[in-house]
């Protein structure tokens, strides 16, 4: 049975008709992929603070770092005992977040609390890590150990006192007094905050 090239040409044309019409009901953006020849592009995800990898250097103890894959906001790392600081392994938690703008793109940025305990010891250590909506490491908070309220110990992040406000992140530590001592904790309540200036954190004075 032979076929017409008038019957022929509607056939193609409604063979194309039909491929269109799939394309806009079941593919959404395949057309742009067919002009362009790559594919739609997709949003980031979320990244999931509690469940994710993190550089620690322990606040300086491990001055190069190291990786520290967290799940569900913990992580036990193995040390390099052979070295200094000569420690078999490294517990890292998540103890606090806090979100907002902190770069001034627009987008919210997270300061992250990461409680590091070198073991074997009974001693516990922190660093904020500031990290953009993609994971980027905008720069870590400067140690408690050289903040001038540290007298006899370092000042101690207050976990439910850490936020984001006007840019700046603000944080509620507590400092030791001259009757505290390292067995019974600080008892002085102070708020630092810290501007993001391009290449790191400064202190913004009260």
């Known amino acids: 049975m032979s076929m017409s090239r008038s019957d022929s040409g509607a ?28 594919a739609p592009p997709t949003a980031d995800a979320a990244v999931d603070w509690l469940n994710t990898t993190y550089s620690v250097t322990c606040d300086g103890i491990v001055p190069d770092g190291f990786p520290a894959t967290v799940v ?20 890292v938690r998540v103890t606090a977040t806090a ?6 793109d627009g987008a919210p940025d997270s300061a992250v609390v990461l409680d590091c305990s070198p073991q074997p ?29 540290n007298v006899q110990l370092p000042p101690v992040y207050d976990r439910a006192g850490l936020s984001v406000q006007d840019g ?16 019974s904790g600080p008892s002085v309540p102070l708020t630092v905050r810290w501007r993001f200036d391009g290449q790191g954190f400064v202190r913004v004075s009260s």
Do not use: K, W
């Open 121 to 149: 010891s009974n001693g516990i250590v922190q660093e904020v890590q500031v990290l953009s909506s993609t994971g980027r490491l905008l720069g870590t908070l400067p140690s408690p150990r050289t903040m001038p309220e």
């Open 168 to 183: 700046e992140v603000v944080a509620a530590m507590t400092a030791y007094g001259p009757e505290d001592f390292h067995a």
């Open 11 to 38: 056939a193609v044309s409604r063979s194309r008709s039909v491929v269109a019409l799939a394309c806009l009901l079941l593919l959404p953006g395949c057309a742009d992929a067919q002009q362009t020849g790559a």
């Open 72 to 91: 569900d906001g913990s992580a036990r790392v193995p040390a390099d005992g052979s070295r200094p600081p000569y420690y078999d392994h490294y517990d």
């Open 99 to 104: 979100s907002g703008d902190v770069d001034g």
